[in-house]
């Protein structure tokens, strides 16, 4: 089913970035070729003030925005081209034209006319907004996904070995013993005193209380022990999926990343999340794991017998 | 209270847990620092082993998120958010949360921003997002580092337990904050 989701997220995405890039350049949404008006300001040598009424903005580009009344920005003067920093703040489709320019905050614009403070620019034609966007996501999010893995080496090390230490002193077996009656029942298939049980009871311990750093190669060396016992290499056994329905349902007793931004933006009560973050989790663990109970009974989730392989190349559409 | 005591207890959990592991692997006579180096060794291993599993599902991700497709969807989507009522601000958080931990983060803060922390939605928003994992990712490294493929049901269950969280977070704070 990852097969589906992937194809569904690269086409819809391209489909989607190319029909809104074809709509706005049939209405010419970024109103490319015509003349921009607005007041220039000089405050010194080639550096002063530009600024606009809202009024004329959303003539111009036919929308309404939610503005003060006048729209100014600092600029500089450079021969017959003026550049315009905008910001955050700056509205929508300026946002976008200073985006895709150069992908910088600034407005590079011709300047057409200028007498006295009235000036008339010409802003840089914007086209394939969206095309350009996923070109970006696609080189920018490749990058991060080597930038997380690599980021894990230390951390992940460091786990190993203690895991390591634990297995070998037999500590992993202790903790697998406490939890013994719950396990057997929400995984039947992993022999009660086998250390996948430990690993996947450290790594929940380790969601629990918040430890992100730990819980991920915690729950990578339970994945290691439970693709021991996997017969079928390269496909997921019934026990991993309810170990993973488990651990994307992310119950924790402290949701420590919304409390903090709850606290950066000045609630007075940041910690009111508690519980009912604490159910809504709790829902979707009880939910996952009988998601994955009940689903792994369903025929078209059986696994079929292929032979073991695990290159990709192999096909099998599930 | 609760909360200060559970606060206390994840600060210290790691370095107890290091402390009672590596003196009970001392009192069963195991060889500490080899043992250690031993399992060490495997970090590099594992993490250059997800590394193409966690590029296709990012860069499928990244796309999709780049592409705008995220605000059509929530378009088509409102009708039905608007039956369960859920306010249509935190559609796009019940969309984005399982495919990017950055980016329902950073959505979080920013409807928190605008309607206040102690809003309805406000509260709302940091449930859900407190209600849930960032499913994709987990699917990607956690079977990426066994070379897993065919996932099977694992998606499925991964979103009806999403769809249910989200959907809790919804109910929960609907009884308790209106």
Known sequence: ?318 | MIKDILQALSIVAIPLIIAAFVAYAARKKVPVYESFVAGAKGGFEVAVKIIPYLVAMLVAIGIFRASGAMEILVKLLSPIANLIGMPPQVVPMALLRPLTGSGSLGLMADIMKKYGPDSFIGILVSTMYGSSETTFYVLAVYFGSVNIYRTRHAVAAGLIADAVGMLGALMICRILFG
């Open chain 1, 1 to 318: 089913m990852l097969n589906y989701v992937w194809i569904g997220l690269v086409l819809i995405g391209v489909l989607a970035a190319a029909s809104t890039d074809i709509y706005d350049a049939s209405t010419n949404r970024y109103k490319n070729g015509e003349p921009f008006e607005l007041q220039y300001d000089s405050t010194g040598v080639g550096t002063g003030t530009i600024s606009y009424s809202r009024e004329y903005y959303d003539k111009f580009y036919g929308v309404q925005i939610d503005y003060p009344d006048t729209i100014s920005y600092r600029a500089a003067l450079a021969g017959n081209s003026i550049n315009i920093s905008t910001d955050e703040e700056s509205p929508e489709i300026w946002k976008t034209v200073a985006k895709t320019d150069d992908n910088s905050k600034q407005i590079t614009a011709k300047v057409l006319s200028r007498q006295g403070s009235e000036m008339t620019i010409l802003l840089p034609t914007t086209s394939l907004v969206k095309t350009k966007a996923v070109l970006d996501a696609v080189i920018s999010y490749s990058e991060l996904a080597v930038k997380i893995s690599l980021g894990l080496i230390g951390v992940m090390a460091f786990w190993l070995g203690i895991m390591k230490l634990a297995e070998d002193s037999g500590m992993i077996k202790i903790i697998a013993r406490i939890l013994k009656p719950v396990m057997v029942r929400v995984f039947p298939d992993i022999p009660p005193d086998h250390p996948a049980i430990g690993a996947m009871i450290m790594n929940m311990a380790a969601n629990m209380l918040g430890l992100n750093n730990a819980a991920t190669p915690l729950g990578l060396k339970a994945m290691e022990h439970l693709e021991s016992l996997n017969p079928h290499k390269g496909t997921a056994t019934n026990a991993m999926i309810t170990f993973l329905a488990i651990n994307t349902a992310g119950l924790t007793l402290i949701p420590a990343t919304a409390i903090a931004i709850r606290a950066a933006l000045g609630s007075k009560d940041p910690t009111i999340i508690l519980m009912t973050s604490f159910f809504g989790a709790g829902l979707a663990t009880i939910a996952g794991i009988a998601a994955a109970k009940i689903l792994q009974r369903l025929k078209i989730y059986r696994i079929k017998d292929q032979p073991d392989d695990s290159t990709p190349e192999s096909g099998g559409s599930n």
